[in-house]
């Protein structure tokens, strides 16, 4: 194996302050002065580049043009669906109330603002609908089940995120039948109903930095999301070869990916709604560990073919459970066969891919589907490393190094 550099599109913010304000200005100009209105700041449960720092300014622009904001996670059944769940998601984003100087309220009591009889009903937050105003705040990005105009982002937090448990469960079970093509359409009903003040959009580049904040006003927030999630899809990372023999990732988690490891990145889906499978086309996928901000949800281990016992001992069953069932994805929380260490874990691999050699095996390392500028790959992926211009080879070629209990060494991307 030898370590290889990617070359991703870098669009990294210096200035969360300055750029935040800038996109505010038309913001400021067109709210003028509050007189003490209340304002629900929906955040959700992704781990977003700076999205503490994005957050609390959102806050301080709030109170000085004279609105009481306050936060609410948006984020469906997450945090195993409870109020001290999904506060803990958030604490471990650096978002509390301490750190913010505003309440969090976790609540998840719903109510169902649809009043037309039309398909899906529209839970909301009952806190949410409690305050004067709301703005939400969300990464806009290729999500991991679908393909649309309209993917993960604002739209996805207002239908789906701020629905709580009740709203999440609702359309993941409508999808099956009518794709989720519904968020758009229930998006547009909720933004005639709900007192939107605007919608903050962040994009991140290549390497998951932050790379823009646009404040977007509810009257063209789904044109502007279908324009941003173009500009967010340009800039994604991915896996630089397409046939993949064993794809090794380090760690998968919630605050990585809804799934734990970004199908987008993998090639890989499997879901009542539609199973794919694009490049990379990967043989056996391997997952070494849970990360610790997932906090043993291990929502997409079923898209492995092959995991660590160290792993399934760290499953929060009723977390993943939850997070599965209300997504419709049994399968997505499915264990699959798991071994004592890495060095059986390989060999299973090794022996269901149908190459006799091992030193013919096109094997893929990562340290998760977020982090992608350095990577490991094969000897037998060296004449496509060369030919690419946008990878660098940054080692020498050397063999796996396994520790005393025949585990790999922890992969340090540089």
């Not at 939400?136 to 789906?160: A, V």
């Not at 039948?177 to 968020?183: A, L, V």
């Not at 009257?219 to 991915?238: F, H, P, S, T, Y």
């Not at 499997?270 to 694009?278: E, H, L």
Request: aromatic share 6%; proline share 4%.
């Amino acid at each position: 194996m030898a370590v290889v550099s990617q070359s991703l599109v870098s669009r990294s913010i210096a200035d969360v302050a300055v750029n935040l304000d800038r996109a505010l200005i038309p913001v400021a100009e067109k709210l003028g002065k509050g007189g003490g209105q209340t304002v629900a700041v929906a955040v959700g449960s992704r781990k977003i580049d700076r999205l503490d720092e994005i957050v609390f300014h959102c806050l301080r622009f709030f109170e000085k043009i004279g609105f009481r904001p306050f936060i609410i996670p948006a984020m469906g059944s997450h945090g195993g669906a409870t109020p001290e769940g999904q506060k803990q998601v958030l604490a471990g984003y650096k978002i509390t109330e301490a750190a913010m100087r505003v309440p969090v309220v976790a609540d998840m009591t719903t109510r169902d603002v649809g009043g037309d009889g039309t398909d899906p009903p529209l839970f909301v937050s009952q806190a949410a609908l409690d305050a004067d105003y709301i703005m939400p705040i969300n990464r806009i990005k290729p999500h991991t089940k679908f393909s649309s105009d309209i993917e993960s982002g604002l739209c996805k937090m207002l239908t789906i995120g701020l629905g709580k448990a009740d709203g999440a469960a609702v359309f993941h079970r409508a999808a099956i039948k009518q794709s989720f093509s519904i968020i758009e359409h229930s998006a547009a009903r909720l933004l005639k109903r709900l007192n939107i003040l605007f919608g903050l959009g962040v994009l991140e580049d290549g390497y998951g930095r932050l790379a823009q904040i646009e404040a977007v006003f509810p009257e063209n927030l789904i044109d502007k999301e279908k324009q941003l999630l173009v500009k967010a899809k340009a800039m994604m990372g991915a896996i630089p070869f397409d046939h993949v023999d064993i794809l090794i990732i380090d760690q998968i988690g919630k605050d990585i990916s809804g799934i734990g490891m970004d199908s987008n990145v993998t090639g890989r889906h499997r879901d009542i709604v539609g199973d794919f499978n694009i490049a990379p086309h990967v043989k056996r996928i391997f997952v070494r560990d849970l990360s610790a901000a997932t906090d043993g949800n291990a929502n997409g281990i079923g898209l492995a073919d092959v995991t660590t016992r160290r792993l399934v001992d760290k499953i929060d069953r009723k977390k993943t459970f939850v997070n599965a069932i209300t997504a419709v994805s049994p399968e997505k929380a499915a264990i699959p066969m798991y071994f004592e260490t890495d060095r059986e874990c390989l060999a299973a691999c090794a022996q269901t891919t149908g190459v006799a050699s091992g030193g013919d095996l096109r094997i893929v390392r990562i340290l998760n589907t977020a982090t992608l500028k350095y990577i490991q790959a094969s000897k037998p992926l060296e004449s496509e490393i060369q030919s690419n211009p946008k990878l660098s080879q940054v080692s020498d070629w050397e063999p796996f190094v396994f520790d005393a209990a025949g585990n790999l060494m922890d992969f340090v991307p540089q």
